[in-house]
Every structure is written in C-alpha cells, then in structure tokens.
C-alpha cells in the first residue's frame, strides 16, 4: 500500500459542505462531489494519524451500536475497529438470534432501544428500504451497512476512496471501470456505479443473463450521461479496463438453488485471464470471495481487494468522525 503523503484531497477550509453532524448515512444518493472529496479528505488524514499513532482519542466517550441482521466480516469489524481507533466503544449485535429479535421485536423498537445506550447505530438488515424506516424512528444517526439488495453505501465509499488512493486523485474522470459478476443482487455493485455517476466515467457491466443489472438503476445512470455498456463475456472489454469489480453471486438471494449452481462460475479471474489487462489497472472486490478470482492472482500488485479492506477502516473512521460532529 503506498505510504500516505501531504493530503492530496482538498484542504478542509475549501469545502464548504462539511455538515455531517447528526445525519444519517443511508443512501450514496446523498452524496455530491465535494462530499467525497472531503469524506476522502478526512479518511487520507485518518490513515496518516493511524499509521502514526494507532488509536485516539478522537470519539472517547462516544459509543456504536453495531446492529447486523445479516451475516457480516468486514463491514462489521471494521466499525468496530474504526470506533475503538477513535477511542469509543462498541455494543455488538452481530447474532441477532440472541437478542430479543428472536422474541419478535420489530426494528423499530430495536433500533429506539439502541439509541438509549448509542450514539450512533450501524445498521445490515436483510430488507431493502430497512436503513430508512430505522432511520426515520430514530432520534441518532443511522448508517446504512448493506440493506438487503439496495445499497451498501459505506461499501461503495470505500471503493472509490480505494480507486482515488491507488489510482490517484482527479484521474477518475477518464477511466472505464468494469463491473463482474452478480450485478443483480449485488447491493454494491448498485451503490458504486451511482456513486461513480458523478464523475465521467465509462462503466461496462458483465453477467451472465439472469444477474444482469437492474434496468432502472441503468436508466437513472444513463439520465446523467455515463456510458454504460452491458456483455455476457469479459474478453471484449477486460484490455480497456482501469478498474476491475469482482462481485460473488450472491447465493443467499436466490430462489432456485439449481439456478445459483448453473451460474456461480460463471467467471473465474486468474493469472491467465489477466495477461489481457493493462498493468497500471486494478482489481477490486468487495468480498467475500468464493471462486471468481483465483488465489494464484492475489500477489499480482494489481490485486487490490486486500488493500481494498484497509481502507474501509479509515473511511468508516471519517464516517463516524463526522455524523458525531468531530471531523
Ligand atoms: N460484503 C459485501 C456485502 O455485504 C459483498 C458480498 O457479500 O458479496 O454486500
């Protein structure tokens, strides 16, 4: 990873658009241009107070409820890292079997319960529209962690951030980013080719028939000028790609096991398969992996998916930082 320099973001001061204090993160919907850059702006400085010093604190006093419905390794220890990073602290709920869910608590009630003891909740439910809905009861700010197959905003944050990071700032304008695999029931897949809509990009997207993107996501997409192109193959579109989104097919969406079988490999990204890719472009995926990209590629510096994980540790630092009204 390379090491972090004089903040290439712009200077805070610049930016008018810095009032997070108290929101919700629900949707990447919310997010303009100048909001990514000061996000990024804040997440580039926690990585160098990381880097530099470990923990801090930043948050101390302050506490997560960490809410997860849903079954979850990144997205919910790295919450939980960013917080106690900051010096705050964390309540899991990450077996939702164990708490009074099981006994037929609603979300809401949940989600009111929470926020006696929080100040800030991390919400993964199963149901998309679910971040709203708590987020509507709730009197502390709620943030999105992946709302069955809507959206995954921190996730999608996270990637560009990665994008911004490793490709550089102010060359996103300009590339062509690829995205693979389950582009139907990939919640970010969804977030980030929103999200990348704000820059002008081209986004080609390959699946096989039955995961292809959802029409009125392509539409709203197409509405702001984005190229956007659509293959069952990757061969045609993989040596003009910059940015490489694996995603797995997402088996727990699927009604028809046998349907889940006939496509889970339809992709496989190996060494061989990218020998036909620039050099200076990546590979992201947002994980877990099952088999669409093969162990043997991941010491290719252009495997960027581990590199990718430790940077959702600084942006969910930023993120926490702001909606508590301390970045
Ligand atoms: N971890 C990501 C998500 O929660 C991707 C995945 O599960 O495939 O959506």
Not at 51 to 69: C, D, M, P, V, W
Not at 252 to 277: C, G, H, L, Q
């Amino acid at each position: 990873m390379p090491t972090p320099s004089p903040s290439p973001y712009l200077p805070f001061g610049e930016n008018k658009n810095t009032s997070w204090y108290g929101r919700d993160i629900i949707s990447v919907k919310q997010f303009q241009r100048p909001d990514l850059e000061y996000i990024f702006g804040v997440a580039h400085e926690m990585r160098g107070m990381v880097e530099r010093i470990g923990t801090f604190n930043l948050l101390k006093g302050k506490i997560l409820a960490n809410l997860f419905y849903e079954p979850s390794t990144r997205t919910s220890s790295s919450f939980t890292a960013a917080m106690e990073r900051l010096g705050g602290s964390v309540i899991p709920i990450n077996e939702v079997r164990y708490s009074s869910v099981m006994k037929g608590e609603s979300l809401i009630d949940t989600v009111r319960t929470l926020e006696c003891y929080a100040d800030v909740i991390v919400l993964r439910h199963p149901e998309t529209g679910s971040a709203e809905i708590a987020a509507r009861a709730a009197r502390k700010p709620i943030i999105n962690a992946g709302d069955g197959i809507g959206e995954h905003p921190t996730q999608a944050l996270l990637d560009l951030f990665t994008v911004f990071e490793e490709l550089g700032v102010g060359v996103v304008d300009g590339l062509t980013i690829t995205m693979l695999g389950d582009l139907k029931y990939g919640r970010t897949v969804h977030s980030l080719a929103r999200l990348l809509s704000l820059y002008n990009v081209k986004i080609n997207y390959v699946s096989p028939d039955i995961l292809r993107m959802p029409r009125e996501l392509i539409e709203e997409i197409a509405a702001k000028g984005i190229p956007q192109a659509e293959y069952a193959t990757l061969d045609q579109v993989l040596p003009e790609t910059d940015v490489l989104y694996v995603t797995r097919v997402q088996k727990e969406r699927f009604e028809n096991p046998e349907e889940y079988e006939r496509v889970k490999d339809s992709y496989v990204i190996t060494p061989e398969v990218m020998k036909a890719a620039k050099q200076d472009m990546i590979v992201m995926h947002p994980l877990p992996r099952v088999n669409e990209i093969s162990v043997d590629f991941d010491d290719d510096p252009r495997a960027a998916y581990f590199r990718q994980m430790e940077y959702g540790l600084y942006v969910r630092m930023a993120l926490l930082a702001m909606v508590l009204g301390k970045a």
